[in-house]
């Protein structure tokens, strides 16, 4: 797996699996890359959040 940021109306994520498929992206786009980065970051460390069933 790996984040790939890339440019359209701003800065954007998506994290890829190994298959090349998608996993998750971006809700919005970053004017600053640097806020795109902090966003993958924040993800990445979310890994142990509870799921909760809406």
Request: charge should be positive.
């Amino acid at each position: 797996m790996y984040y790939e940021k890339y440019r359209t109306d701003g800065w954007r994520w998506r994290l890829v699996a190994s298959n090349g498929r998608i996993i998750s992206m971006s809700s919005e786009a970053y004017v600053a890359e640097g806020d795109c980065d902090r966003s993958i970051e924040i993800n990445k460390g979310s890994s142990s959040a509870p799921v909760r069933r809406a």
